[in-house]
């Protein structure tokens, strides 16, 4: 057995690897743009903390030792492959910088924000924005990336390489370089931190999204995102959406393990402190007079909150918000939760109109639309289609307890 | 692009067939993702398999022919039946694997037919 001068050293690196890699890592790559680079240069710093500090004691400023360290590798690795001699001085800087902020006290300058922004260049492939984000901001292992997305791992390492070469290659930029092409990039940010949540959640029974092994993670994007731009009302809207469906999932089980869709839930399961952080985002954002598609989606889920309040659902607002939601972008999402509301706000058969609406090709393998339409047949009794609907249904659910609760309302046909 | 998607059942899943009690259950899983998968007309040949037990397996040691009962290794899990699918891609192919009625699904692109 190793004797360790310093027994601390180890939880203190893996406390620092976890607050700190996204923030060290976006640091060194707005100086330095390989990524990989980076990403490896760091990962050898953390190796090198873990060999040197529990035999030497934590520096007295962890990070800028980090830093320090993954430059050494940098400019051993620049000076090995002699890519420019015009990238030394860059790196050079970069360790004085470090050095100057860490004996003036301060902290390193927190470059997520722009990381965020490389990671949804229009440049980028949409489906590796969040994927490329989760792993750059939050050092989420691509191992676990791949499994929350369902894609083969070798392929999700290899998708994430090449984008990093693409942001290499092409020199993609950090930030809009102009206010025109802001509105566009900061949706772009706020598409993949949504879509790191898993988009579907309870919005039209008992859905089921398989993105949903990331939730903390992308709660985590989405705070870091309001503390970077507080003045975008979409922003906490988003982190509002996300909240408030976190809230429900101590009710979305019953003790028995049982799938229990959002009009049946407990409401006292659900996390108060939660709700309310999510009412104070939700607030904040209508503060700027300028609604958009994930305020009006966190409303949605606000008016499903209140009914720990008044004992009802008031589906008639509910079908309002998904009227101006289908105004601003017709997703399948918000057709289907549409449908559903205004099934409940009015009746079935308006809700089983605007469901059948649905162009068929669209929703061949879309497990909400088929939930909901057996739900509807069952309450017009129009039960073979129901029968129907909910074998496709439960066919397309990933979720167990979801196809059992599915099995359980085609049973009672 | 055509994949083999092939499913894994565990001893108790294979009981499960034959049991009374839970045939049914068993039974209405696969019937379930049997008709999601054809409704999306993907589906090029598929087929459930007896259970390992009825198995024969042939196999030559040494040039010498061997055959055995059972199945070719004693794993905790075995091959319980197979659908070919065609579908875009690799990550379309995942999708479905999750949406089946077992625990492990092993999924594979087929080689082109031989000419």
Redesign the interface.
Known sequence: MRMDAHPNAHRIIEQTASEAYGRLLSYLAVHWRDLQAVEDALGDAFVAALETWPKVGIPDKPEAWLVTAARRRLIDRARRSRVSASALPTLLALSEEAQRLASAGADLPDERLRMMFLCTHPDIDPAMRTPLMLQTVLGVDAARIASAFIVKPATMGQRLTRAKAKIRAQRLTFEPTDAEEMPARLDAVLEAVYAAYGSGWDEAGPADSPGRSLTKEAIELGRLLVRFVPGEPEAHGLLALMLHCEARLPARHDDEGNYVPLSEQDGARWDAERMQEAERHLHAASQHGRLGRFQLMAAIQSVHAQRLRTGRTEWGAIAQLYEGLVQLQPTLGALVGRAAAVAEAYDAHRGLELLEAIPAAAVASYQPYWALAGHLYKRLHRDDEARTAYSRAIGLSTDMSVRRFLSRQAAML | MSYTLMFYESQDDFAARTDPERQK?YL??W???????R???IVVFGSGLHAPDKAATMKRRGGELAVQDGPFAETKEQLGGIFVIDVPD??TA??WA??G?VDTVEVRENLPALK
Do not use: M
């Open positions: 259950e209405a899983g019937t379930h993702y049997v008709h999601a998968l409704e999306a007309g690799l990550d995942l999708e999750a949406r009625p």
